[in-house]
């Protein structure tokens, strides 16, 4: 299941519990989003970017 790898991935290379669970919510939003089982997985180095790009995101316009 592509939430719960990149979940125990991020936890196991030492990332604190929220960020772990906002990057296994990415990569599963990516898995769905394609057809097949495999296509939609991120590697690393695309799952950090894209981690880091909705963390400037949520800067620049945080909730009130």
Do not use: W
């Not at 519990?17 to 599963?28: P, R, W, Y």
């Not at 939003?29 to 799952?47: A, F, H, N, P, T």
């Amino acid at each position: 299941d592509a939430f719960g790898s990149a979940l125990f991935a991020c936890i196991f290379l030492g990332k604190d519990l929220s960020f772990s669970l906002k990057c296994a919510t990415i990569n599963a939003g990516s898995v769905v989003s394609k057809i097949g089982s495999q296509d939609g997985l991120l590697r690393y180095e695309e799952l950090m970017s894209l981690a880091d790009e909705i963390h400037l995101l949520q800067a620049e316009k945080p909730f009130p």
